[in-house]
């Protein structure tokens, strides 16, 4: 059974960066997608960014040139680093994981697992 526990969150100004963290633990699978998801009250959730096990990345057009995916394998972790932060950004965001590519990776309806999420406040 895959477990996602999310990390960093927290307030920052608009301007301003955070790092999140997704540790990943009973994960068996040779090839897999990890996503970043998104949701703002009284919003959809939103697919944010995504890497796979091969670690080719794809982003929103919302965050590209702002936000970097990525992993360390060793640590079974992925993170994601929010730069230029914007007010539009405030939102829980979850990690997500499902075995196999990122075909299709902003479709949340894809992933198997699901962490708990983070709250990330701009202001």
């Known amino acids: 059974h895959v477990q996602l526990v999310e990390s960093g969150g927290g307030s920052v100004q608009a301007g301003g960066s955070l790092r999140l963290s997704c540790a990943a633990s009973g994960y068996t699978y040779s090839s897999y997608c990890m996503g970043w998801f998104r949701q703002a009250p009284g919003k959809e959730r939103e697919g944010v960014a995504a890497i796979d096990s091969d670690g080719s990345t794809s982003y929103a057009d919302s965050v590209k040139g702002r936000f970097t995916i990525s992993q360390d394998n060793a640590k079974n972790t992925v993170y994601l680093q929010m730069n230029s932060l914007k007010p539009e950004d405030t939102a829980v965001y979850y990690c997500?994981?499902?075995?196999?590519?990122?075909?299709?990776?902003?479709?949340?309806?894809?992933?198997?697992?699901w962490g708990r999420g983070t709250q990330v406040t701009v202001s």
């Open positions: 997500a994981a499902r075995p196999g590519s990122c075909a299709s990776w902003p479709d949340w309806s894809w992933y198997t697992s």
